[in-house]
């Protein structure tokens, strides 16, 4: 893959952007006075569009507009912080505006995530595992520059913050006509076909996309949830916050350096049984977790679990990569990111309705449980051992 170091502090600045505008816009809502119980309508709003355009963008991309992709969503993203910063009093007009980012950061991930299949198209794996590993480091930084500018203060300063937002973005748009060009390396001989078309494949390839899918979507909702009831986990267990801030490095850490050994990792087992192996050894560890056991305890479960589900994630891609028929890895790429958004959306809610008797401790072993399922599709599904 040629430039990979633009493309890798593309991604990093992109999941950087986007993990410190989601956080700071719920506090603006706060500071707005908004019900908390409707603070939870901005991560749906970003959610919002990508579900409604996601195959449309994966199609565009697949006739060759990648760059356009990059630099359109890279404007979105940049224009909503101008527009954040300045034109948010009020709950729509944080939705709007957060609507706006979602759209931006999609177009973005599809292109990046398009480059990453095209012109690292024989090392797979190894591409995509690089590219997460990056993506992660971004997610993980945007926490720092929450508590940097935040300190000790209940609410931080948000309009400091949606600056360093939009600065963020303005660098991710500079160097975006940096990025390496993909004009002549891609398969573009399907871009003319219909969806439909695109999207009729052999029944073996349709069930591997299938189960590819299914893995990304749990795996990703399985992280939603760690992030979210840990810290409730740990008021029940009167485990002080910082403490918790740990634990969740400590997962995060795990997932990066399960991503650096991809390659190595589908080589050694094939990537059906990885997808599998993994998915098992997550939800056992997930599981655990409900259990009354010592912090180191509870610290090393994340780490196993932390590291087992950082697969997930970039071996989906290299899947879905390698099964896509020719003209249509953008659109098969894209219909994933579609699925994980309805993941994100509904599984925490499904889970929160049937589990509400059982306590924090339940939500952790319905996730396990659902990774054993994951596990189980995985292995009968894909057909990829490679």
Same mark, same amino acid.
């Given at each position: 893959?040629?430039?990979?170091?633009?493309?890798?502090?593309?991604?990093?600045?992109?999941?950087?952007?986007?993990?410190?505008?989601?956080?700071?816009?719920?506090?603006?809502?706060?500071?707005?006075?908004?019900?908390?119980?409707?603070?939870?309508?901005?991560?749906?709003?970003?959610?919002?569009?990508?579900?409604?355009?996601?195959?449309?963008?994966?199609?565009?991309?697949?006739?060759?507009?990648?760059?356009?992709?990059?630099?359109?969503?890279?404007?979105?993203?940049?224009?909503?912080?101008?527009?954040?910063?300045?034109?948010?009093?009020?709950?729509?007009?944080?939705?709007?505006?957060?609507?706006?980012?979602?759209?931006?950061?999609?177009?973005?991930?599809?292109?990046?995530?398009?480059?990453?299949?095209?012109?690292?198209?024989?090392?797979?794996?190894?591409?995509?595992?690089?590219?997460?590993? @990056?993506? #992660?480091?971004?997610? *993980? &930084? !945007?926490?720092?520059?929450?508590? $940097?500018?935040?300190?000790?203060? /209940? %609410?931080?300063?948000?309009?400091?913050?949606?600056?360093?937002?939009?600065?963020?973005?303005?660098?991710?748009?500079?160097?975006?006509?940096?990025?390496?060009?993909?004009?002549?390396?891609?398969?573009?001989?399907?871009?003319?076909?219909?969806?439909?078309?695109?999207?009729?494949?052999?029944?073996?390839?349709?069930?591997?996309?299938?189960?590819?899918?299914?893995?990304?979507?749990?795996?990703?909702?399985?992280?939603?949830?760690?992030?979210?009831?840990?810290?409730?986990?740990?008021?029940?267990?009167?485990?002080?916050?910082?403490?918790?801030?740990?634990?969740?490095?400590?997962?995060?850490?795990?997932?990066?350096?399960?991503?650096?050994?991809?390659?190595?990792?589908?080589?050694?087992?094939?990537?059906?049984?990885?997808? @599998?192996? #993994?998915?098992?050894? *997550? &939800? !056992?560890?997930?599981?655990?977790? $409900?259990?009354?056991?010592?912090? /180191? %305890?509870?610290?090393?479960?994340?780490?196993?679990?932390?590291?087992?589900?950082?697969?997930?994630?970039?071996?989906?891609?290299?899947?879905?990569?390698?099964?896509?028929?020719?003209?249509?890895?953008?659109?098969?790429?894209?219909?994933?990111?579609?699925?994980?958004?309805?993941?994100?959306?509904?599984?925490?809610?499904?889970?929160?309705?049937?589990?509400?008797?059982?306590?924090?401790?339940?939500?952790?072993?319905?996730?396990?449980?659902?990774?054993?399922?994951?596990?189980?599709?995985?292995?009968?599904?894909?057909?990829?051992?490679?």
């Amino acid at each position: 893959m040629r430039s990979p170091a633009v493309l890798l502090i593309h991604s990093f600045l992109l999941q950087l952007a986007a993990y410190i505008v989601r956080p700071t816009s719920a506090y603006r809502a706060i500071e707005l006075g908004v019900d908390p119980r409707l603070v939870g309508l901005i991560a749906a709003s970003f959610a919002l569009l990508p579900l409604v355009v996601a195959v449309s963008i994966g199609r565009w991309n697949d006739r060759g507009h990648v760059m356009p992709s990059l630099v359109i969503g890279g404007a979105l993203m940049t224009g909503a912080g101008v527009g954040i910063h300045l034109w948010s009093g009020g709950l729509a007009s944080l939705l709007m505006w957060n609507a706006v980012v979602g759209l931006g950061h999609l177009l973005a991930v599809v292109g990046q995530q398009t480059l990453v299949a095209r012109l690292g198209r024989e090392r797979l794996d190894s591409a995509f595992g690089t590219y997460t590993f @990056a993506a #992660s480091l971004g997610q *993980a &930084g !945007a926490p720092l520059v929450l508590a $940097a500018v935040g300190g000790s203060a /209940v %609410v931080p300063d948000t309009g400091l913050l949606f600056l360093l937002y939009t600065g963020t973005c303005a660098a991710l748009l500079l160097i975006t006509g940096f990025l390496p060009s993909c004009r002549n390396t891609g398969r573009k001989d399907g871009g003319g076909r219909s969806l439909r078309s695109a999207l009729r494949v052999p029944r073996a390839t349709g069930r591997t996309m299938t189960g590819a899918m299914l893995l990304s979507m749990l795996v990703l909702a399985a992280v939603d949830l760690i992030q979210v009831y840990l810290p409730a986990l740990g008021v029940e267990r009167e485990i002080p916050s910082a403490t918790i801030g740990v634990l969740l490095a400590v997962r995060a850490a795990a997932t990066m350096a399960s991503r650096l050994g991809l390659a190595r990792l589908a080589a050694r087992f094939g990537r059906t049984r990885l997808a @599998a192996g #993994s998915a098992i050894v *997550a &939800g !056992a560890a997930v599981a655990a977790l $409900a259990a009354p056991v010592p912090v /180191v %305890v509870s610290g090393i479960l994340l780490a196993v679990a932390g590291f087992a589900l950082g697969i997930g994630q970039p071996l989906s891609m290299s899947i879905v990569t390698a099964a896509a028929p020719a003209g249509t890895t953008s659109t098969w790429l894209a219909l994933r990111l579609s699925g994980n958004r309805v993941g994100q959306s509904l599984i925490p809610a499904v889970l929160s309705a049937f589990t509400a008797g059982l306590g924090t401790g339940g939500i952790f072993v319905a996730t396990g449980i659902g990774l054993f399922g994951t596990a189980a599709a995985a292995r009968f599904l894909i057909d990829d051992d490679r």
